[in-house]
């Protein structure tokens, strides 16, 4: 779930709707797939390049802090599943770049919003990654977070959105596998592993629950985005359903969620919890993490370093296409 | 430490070589080049991870270091048995010192811009390829099999090292002087890849693997088109070359690239991961 807080059009009532508006509405409505070239209602197509562009960027920044561990992984095998790994999410920001840009926005748009701040990327990868057992914590709860919302986006409405969650759940769902492998190791292992898995659990807990958002109450933008199948369920029921699946998950592994008020309620048939800290939460987002300069930095010194390098590679390629007509001409 | 499982080849063809107690020193020395100079370029390459100039470039040079680390798997694999002293490939990788280490210095070197990274994996990846492609017809079955994996890969790398060597040479001019400022700064370190010492001659005479002088001819001519096409010029000779890597005399830059590789083996000594 690597969109936060995607601001959505005002939602309207079906007497404001035009007839487009309704037709599109009942298209929705019906399960049916809306496709690029197809009238859309500008409010759509506009929460959806937010809510694409958003995903997209945190595949990108999110590269980051697992990267931090690629060249210090402690075994040839935990390299390349960690190589593996961090390159399927650069694979995922592809396809959902594309994704956006069926809706007439290009990737570097895209970019040049993500640098200024214009646009935002999860506030789960301004956390930093401080031991091995964080490459486990990421895939198990970062990984796992994420799924929960990504699976039932599969069914979201626009065409090339889903089919590219679709992908991006298969690989999603392994890499939470890994993850979880990683801190079934730690746990078993000596008594400073499970210190460093414990302590990475007590670190990503809460920044993992803020990952699916503010409490509904106060969000404003999830009825019409809602309505428009981008979003399928609710941050709190997701943010429920993660919290009852990952508690089991701890346990199984010896480790204490790090709550006090965790309780299994028998009503409501789900674990009663915390809130994780949300001022904490609007620091994050407003850029005021612990690593969003340093992320931010990273991805804008790679991108003006590598300026040379893409204008390269643009001249020849102009070159090349210039020197093929020459050809044609001189043929005929 | 654990059994590296990926890449591993499960059941292993009989070979009188790996078993072959004369043999083994030299043999096992060639099999650490072999494993070393994937690991190394592996790590420099897996460095650029999340940093690099376009989302292709990410994506293909994960793919790269995750190749050569499963080459580096396979070939130490290899070097454990053959040493037969119960040390598998991580033990190799993650519990030798720098004067253990016996790539080629060209790996080592540091990233650089891209410029420098590509024409680096150029230079490495047209050599590779051709000693790749005389190993599939090794005298020892199992070197063969390594190589012939190995070398799709390696096929690859040069296809795209190279096109991006020509597309950058010929580029702007921006990209044409950092590209030929990358080239002379590499080129001492070329001939190292081509010079033969005792243990190249042992495994070359038991029909293992070639001469590495034998190889020179074609990395020149591969050398040669691709810098003809990307409009770079090739340096004369290197003068003094720099050499020493394949007997553990490093730069530098080794001891760090394995203080930072080697750390949580050496901090926790016998933790399994």
């Known amino acids: ?332 | 430490m654990e059994k590296a499982a990926t890449g591993a080849i499960l059941n292993p063809v009989e070979d009188r070589f790996v078993s072959d107690d004369a043999l083994a020193p030299a043999f096992f020395e060639w099999l650490c080049r072999m494993g070393d100079s994937a690991l190394v370029l592996g790590h420099r390459v897996s460095e650029w991870c999340g940093h690099a100039p376009a989302l292709e470039e990410d994506i293909a040079m994960a793919n790269t270091a995750l190749d050569l680390i499963g080459h580096t798997q396979m070939w130490l694999g290899l070097a454990g048995e053959v040493e037969d002293k119960g040390r598998d490939a991580d033990a190799l990788a993650y519990l030798r010192d720098a004067l253990q280490f016996r790539n080629l210095l060209l790996c080592e070197l540091p990233n650089g811009d891209m410029g420098v990274t590509i024409m680096r994996q150029f230079l490495f990846d047209a050599r590779h390829y051709a000693l790749l492609m005389r190993l599939t017809g090794s005298v020892s079955p199992r070197v063969a099999e390594i190589a012939a994996k190995a070398v799709k890969e390696a096929s690859y790398h040069l296809e795209r090292s190279s096109d991006l060597v020509v597309r950058l040479g010929d580029g702007t001019d921006e990209s044409q002087r950092r590209m030929q400022a990358a080239l002379g700064q590499l080129w001492p370190y070329v001939d190292e890849m081509f010079v033969a010492d005792a243990v190249d001659e042992a495994v070359a005479k038991a029909g293992i693997a070639p001469d590495p002088s034998d190889l020179k001819a074609e990395w020149e001519e591969t050398v040669r088109s691709v810098l003809a096409e990307a409009m770079l010029d090739m340096p004369g000779p290197a003068g003094f070359a720099q050499t020493g890597g394949v007997i553990g005399r490093h730069t530098e830059h080794l001891g760090y690239i394995l203080a930072e590789m080697q750390f949580l083996q050496r901090a926790y000594p016998g933790a399994r991961w």
Not at chain 1, 216 to 223: F, G, K, Q
């Open chain 1, 1 to 332: 779930m690597y969109a936060q807080m995607v601001k959505s059009e005002g939602m309207k009532s079906r007497d404001e709707m035009t007839p487009e508006e309704q037709a599109f509405q009942d298209r929705v409505d019906r399960g049916e797939k809306i496709e690029p070239k197809e009238w859309m209602p500008e409010g759509y197509r506009k929460t959806l390049i937010r809510q694409i562009g958003q995903h997209a960027h945190s595949e990108i920044v999110g590269q980051l802090p697992e990267g931090n561990w690629i060249t210090r992984a402690p075994t040839l095998e935990r390299k390349a599943i960690l190589l593996a790994k961090v390159q399927d999410e650069a694979g995922h920001g592809l396809y959902l770049y594309s994704a956006a840009e069926t809706l007439g926005v290009s990737r570097d748009e895209l970019t040049e919003k993500l640098h200024s701040g214009a646009m935002k990327y999860s506030s789960i990868f301004n956390y930093p990654t401080l031991t091995w057992a964080d490459m486990g914590a990421v895939g198990w709860l970062v990984d796992g977070a994420a799924i929960m919302n990504q699976v039932p986006l599969q069914r979201t409405s626009y065409g090339p959105y889903s089919r590219a969650m679709i992908r991006i759940c298969k690989e999603e769902s392994f890499h939470q596998r890994q993850g979880y492998a990683i801190m079934m190791k730690m746990a078993e292992g000596t008594p400073a592993q499970k210190e460093m898995a414990q302590d990475a659990l007590n670190r990503f807990w809460y920044p993992s629950l803020m990952m699916f958002g503010p409490s509904d109450a106060e969000s404003v933008h999830s009825a019409q985005s809602i309505a428009w199948k981008i979003k399928i369920n609710t941050n709190d029921e997701l943010r429920q359903k993660f919290v009852d699946q990952t508690v089991p998950q701890a346990e199984y592994l010896g480790l204490s969620i790090p709550d006090d008020n965790l309780r299994w309620n028998e009503e409501k048939g789900g674990y009663d919890f915390s809130e994780p800290n949300w001022s904490e939460f609007f620091e994050v987002i407003k850029g005021n993490g612990p690593c969003n300069r340093e992320r931010m930095n990273a991805r804008v010194k790679a991108w003006d370093d590598g300026a040379w390098f893409r204008e390269g590679l643009y001249a020849h390629a102009e070159k090349a296409a210039h020197r093929r007509a020459a050809a044609t001409t001189a043929a005929e």
